[in-house]
């Protein structure tokens, strides 16, 4: 993910932004390898990071102009879209591979995306690669 940082930002604001940043990366690919059971809270990052809650809230808010919950969203919804076009792996599959109840992920794709998984998939079938299926 890349970092963009508005102005008037302390050298500790960025430092703190970057590492969180660094730890979701991290921790969005361990969710998307299907290495995770259970999807971090923004309480995890911030004992991660040696700091409060409401601290890592500020800062990322100040740095990033919004909230840690919508980083941490707009990285799911990305990797989310990567395994619906990279993987031939059901919706419900991607679901539990992200610790989502099938027809939670559902409802949290469409918020974000626009539209339900599976229009998602469809709309988006011909950038697959040609060697994956999606009949399994």
Request: aromatic share 8%; with cysteine.
């Amino acid at each position: 993910m890349q970092l963009q940082v508005t102005a008037n930002t302390s050298i500790r604001q960025q430092d703190i932004t970057a590492k969180f940043i660094a730890e979701l990366d991290k921790h969005l690919a361990d969710l998307k390898a299907g290495l995770l059971d259970k999807s971090m809270e923004i309480n995890d990052f911030a004992d991660l990071l040696f700091i409060t809650p409401a601290h890592l809230s500020d800062t990322i808010k100040d740095v990033l102009g919004k909230s840690p919950c919508d980083v941490y969203e707009e990285g799911m919804v990305r990797i989310s879209k990567e395994l619906l076009l990279d993987t031939a792996k059901s919706i419900g599959e991607i679901a539990v591979t992200l610790t989502y109840d099938p027809s939670n992920f559902t409802k949290f794709f469409k918020r974000y995306a626009g539209m339900k998984p599976k229009e998602y998939r469809n709309q988006h079938a011909g950038k697959l690669k040609p060697e994956q299926s999606l009949v399994a």
